[in-house]
């Protein structure tokens, strides 16, 4: 079994910047990818980044292109979000998942085997 802890949320300005991680724990952890996906009040969870383990490949939403980074530490499992220029539209619970299975896109929460508990980003104005 592997367990995902996000930690790295709290409060901020818009404007302001900060730095989710999640870190992996369990059996060997070899996944296909990981992913940040955010469920705010009343809304879907939708897909924030994610990033292929073998390439390193990117993927990003719309909204976050060109002030969100994903990246990783593959010496100890773990995957950052580093967000910049934070917006308000940006307060929602954010959520660390990973995924095993090489079928299907890595932009769909479905595809995802593993989750965090999640951690809340809340921008305010």
């Known amino acids: 079994q592997v367990q995902l802890v996000e930690s790295g949320g709290g409060l901020v300005q818009a404007g302001g910047s900060l730095r989710l991680s999640c870190a992996a724990s369990?059996?060997?952890?070899?996944?296909?990818?990981m992913g940040w996906f955010r469920q705010a009040p009343g809304k879907e969870r939708e897909f924030v980044a994610a990033?292929?383990?073998?390439?390193?490949?990117?993927y990003y939403a719309d909204s976050v292109k060109g002030r969100f980074t994903i990246s990783r530490d593959d010496a100890n499992s773990t995957v950052f979000l580093q967000m910049n220029s934070l917006k308000p539209e940006d307060t929602a619970v954010y959520y660390c998942?990973?995924?095993?299975?090489?079928?299907?896109?890595?932009?769909?929460?479905?595809?995802?085997?593993?989750w965090g508990q999640g951690t809340q980003v809340t921008v305010s104005s």
């Open positions: 998942a990973a995924r095993t299975r090489t079928i299907g896109s890595n932009y769909n929460a479905i595809n995802y085997d593993y």
């Open positions: 369990g059996r060997t952890f070899s996944p296909f990818a």
């Open positions: 990033i292929s383990w073998s390439s390193s490949r990117t």
